[in-house]
């Protein structure tokens, strides 16, 4: 059974940073293009950034460029995310998520597992 498990979000005030981590069980991880998606209250689960099989191809949200950083240890079955420069816009219910389409595609639906999400939120 697949399973992934985020961790690390919490409250930090505006300007601070967080690593968010997902540890992934229950598949061959490199196999697949991992990624992180956000979703703030009342509003729709967003991309924030993804990385191919082996990490060497990354792509983010615009309004994330410069800030977060995604990467992959699949050595440990691990996908993290370093986000710097917090702003409170960036408060919310961060997924990791696994998938096999091509790691371009940003769209949700490429996503094949997903994990219960870690809340991140920025104070002003």
């Known amino acids: 059974q697949v399973r992934l498990a985020e961790s690390g979000g919490g409250l930090v005030q505006g300007g601070g940073s967080l690593r968010l981590s997902c540890e992934a069980s229950?598949?061959?991880?490199?196999?697949?293009?991992m990624g992180w998606f956000r979703q703030a209250p009342g509003k729709e689960r967003e991309f924030v950034a993804s990385?191919?099989?082996?990490?060497?191809?990354?792509y983010y949200a615009d309004s994330v460029k410069g800030r977060f950083t995604i990467s992959r240890d699949n050595a440990e079955n691990m996908l993290y995310l370093q986000m710097n420069s917090l702003k409170p816009e960036d408060t919310g219910v961060y997924y990791c998520?696994?998938?096999?389409?091509?790691?371009?595609?940003?769209?949700?639906?490429?996503?094949?597992?997903w994990g219960q999400g870690t809340r991140v939120t920025v104070s002003s």
């Open positions: 229950g598949l061959t991880f490199n196999n697949y293009k």
């Open positions: 990385i191919g099989r082996f990490g060497s191809i990354t």
């Open positions: 998520a696994g998938g096999q389409g091509a790691v371009w595609k940003m769209e949700a639906d490429t996503y094949d597992h």
